[in-house]
């Protein structure tokens, strides 16, 4: 019996550990931003997306910064589940699916 107790609080305590261990990994996905552009962006342009993205989603945010040619010109921004694209490849994708 006093084993049962023991091993049914075990597993309340994993519980309890997995549950914190997954909304850590969510926080952070919220504190992550990924921007990606058809060309290297400017300093200054660099610091105006991080200052929005702070505006937006709260300080402490981790910004990184990848060329995707493909992208053709403009922006595409993830944070989490949020996704911003102002692309162009997304602009034609959009235009293309009107025809």
């Given at each position: 019996?006093?084993q049962s107790?023991?091993?049914?609080?075990?597993?309340?305590?994993l519980?309890?550990?997995?549950e914190?261990?997954?909304l850590?990994?969510?926080?952070?996905?919220?504190?992550?931003?990924?921007v990606?552009s058809?060309?290297?962006?400017?300093p200054e342009?660099?610091?105006?997306?991080?200052?929005?993205?702070?505006?937006?989603?709260?300080?402490?945010?981790?910004t990184s910064?990848?060329?995707?040619?493909?992208?053709?010109?403009?922006?595409?921004?993830?944070?989490?589940s949020?996704?911003?694209?102002?692309?162009?490849?997304?602009?034609?994708a959009?235009?293309?699916q009107?025809?």
């Amino acid at each position: 019996m006093v084993q049962s107790v023991l091993g049914s609080k075990r597993r309340g305590h994993l519980a309890l550990a997995s549950e914190f261990e997954r909304l850590v990994k969510l926080d952070q996905l919220q504190h992550t931003a990924r921007v990606e552009s058809a060309v290297t962006l400017s300093p200054e342009l660099r610091m105006q997306v991080e200052a929005g993205l702070a505006r937006m989603y709260g300080p402490g945010m981790h910004t990184s910064f990848t060329e995707t040619p493909a992208l053709i010109g403009g922006m595409r921004i993830s944070v989490a589940s949020d996704v911003y694209d102002g692309s162009v490849k997304a602009g034609l994708a959009t235009l293309e699916q009107s025809f």
